[in-house]
């Protein structure tokens, strides 16, 4: 047999993983794309807040990072519809009443986005209470936004096992709140005009949903064939299949 050939195995891999990197490039549905199309006019929009405004967003995205991590555990399961019809009513009601109230949603759609992804955690067969699967739930919020600024795609969806602490957890929200905050205040710039606010929040909550639970089948998926086949194997198939091909010039 030539041993240059790929096994079945690894060539099971590569299939897999090439699978799960198509997912995750097909993540941001319609609502998305056309939020990436008028992304000048709400930055516009967001950047015309006041400044005092702007840190609100962000210091209150770091609050509920903080008590959605909390929350998240001792939460409801609601099925598999559930959790959509949770966020559209959330961002319905939250634009209803325009910035004020949009504010005020943020804590309970973060919550909500956080349990969702939990739910993907326990269907690929792990525990979403153990401390390093905690983590790997939160860091969904850092591979990558439905933001068309953000379409870098982050290859390290398998990081090292966290031990987490007290302040490990402050510094891995720390981290997560400013890329999330960016993306929900472009989310709360379409919500800003009350009752046309609640249509806005009720779509783009339902796409931002569907967003990250995409993602976190991915990064579980991905997970899982870690510990069969090895991290660095694994990542390495990721990164090449989602890596453009280069374009070579005659």
Known sequence: MDQNLPSV???????????????????NGPVIRLVNRLGSTLE???????ESVRTQIERVTAQALQTSYGLAARAPELGTRGPMAAVIATGAAGGA??????????????????NAIRAEARGAGFDP???????ECLQVFAAGSPLKQDDGVNTSFIGTRLALTGSTVQNLIAA????????????LAAQAVPVIGAVSGAAMNAAFLSYYREV?????ALLKLAQEHGTEVVEAEFRLATTPPKVVRA
Do not use: H, M
């Open 216 to 220: 976190a089948r991915v990064r579980f």
């Open 176 to 187: 997560i709140a400013p890329k999330l905050a960016s993306v929900l205040g472009q989310k």
């Open 129 to 135: 209470d153990e401390d390093w699967v905690r983590a």
């Open 44 to 50: 516009s929009q967001l950047s015309a807040l006041p």
């Open 9 to 27: 195995e690894t060539a099971d891999l590569a299939t897999q993983v090439a699978d799960l990197a198509r997912r995750y490039k097909r993540a």
């Open 97 to 114: 009443g325009g910035l004020p109230t949009a504010v005020a949603e943020l804590p309970v759609t973060v919550t909500l986005f956080l």
